[in-house]
């Protein structure tokens, strides 16, 4: 983000649109673009997406750049019935990625659920998987070098589809720390903070199951650091919000 602003932080505003539409106004506006640029090769330019809500029910979109500005709006519907799940945070861990790399190494990916325990004592935090051939457990302590934070304050399990948490095996590849939080709810944040110094080719990796051929596809991938250190290499993050089984 070059810039980000609400006006009342403490009341987030959530606003529902047609995906259709969306896609259609932003294949207009890139369509635009790119029009405008196959003609012009030879000159440089950068662009900025712009992104506005102003409560008159509208999401207004737009596309600047040195010479050109093409705009678009959406009309918002109604929010009445959707389910906002509460952002309030109770518990909370972050650790270096290789733990939950190590735990895709073995855990049993043809379970229909996983489930992540968080306590103040023994366990600590633990997942596990289970189904009718084979079960599979990894525990962390809070005193682990790999932990930078460990907040439990209301001890809690709760359970989530494994198709839903499969959708994160990709960017914890390229992470190197993770940020796990969950609501008094049950409701799952996970936070992959990713090096964007770093080179790596990722054009086998699978959307599909086979989580275990792409922990063996990593290994042999080559990857390329910047000579910046861990402390002052920048990092960009990819968030996911998975709710549990009720």
């Known amino acids: 983000f070059v810039k980000y602003h609400m006006e009342n932080e403490k009341t987030p505003q959530t606003i529902r649109i047609l995906t259709t539409e969306l896609l259609h106004v932003l294949s207009f506006l ?26 008159d029910k509208r999401l207004k979109l737009k596309i600047i750049s040195n010479d050109r500005l093409f705009k678009s709006s959406i009309q918002t519907l109604d929010t009445i019935n959707i389910n906002v799940w509460t952002m309030a945070f109770v518990n909370r861990i972050t650790l270096d990625a290789s733990v939950l790399k190590d735990f895709w190494k073995f855990a049993n990916t043809n379970a229909d659920s996983i489930s992540i325990e968080m306590n103040n004592d023994e366990p600590w935090f633990l997942m596990s998987t289970k189904s009718q051939f084979r079960e599979f457990s990894q525990q962390i302590d809070a005193s682990s070098t790999h932990i930078e934070h460990y907040e439990c304050t209301v001890p809690s399990i709760n359970h989530y589809q494994m198709k839903s948490i499969k959708y994160t095996v990709r960017p914890l590849m390229l ?11 049950g409701l799952l944040n996970m936070q992959f903070f990713i090096p964007i110094d770093s080179v790596i080719d990722d054009s086998h990796f699978d959307d ?10 990593q290994q042999q ?3 390329i650091h910047s000579t910046t250190t861990a402390s002052d290499s920048q990092r960009c993050f990819v ?7 009720i």
């Open 239 to 245: 968030e996911f919000f998975i709710i549990p089984i």
């Open 175 to 185: 992470a190197d720390k993770i940020n796990i939080r969950f609501s008094s709810a």
């Open 208 to 217: 599909g199951d086979g989580l275990q051929q792409q922990q063996q596809q």
């Open 30 to 55: 890139l369509t635009k673009q790119s029009n405008r640029y196959q003609q012009q090769q030879q000159q440089q330019s950068k662009s900025s997406l712009i992104i506005k809500y102003d409560n």
């Open 221 to 223: 991938r080559q990857i």
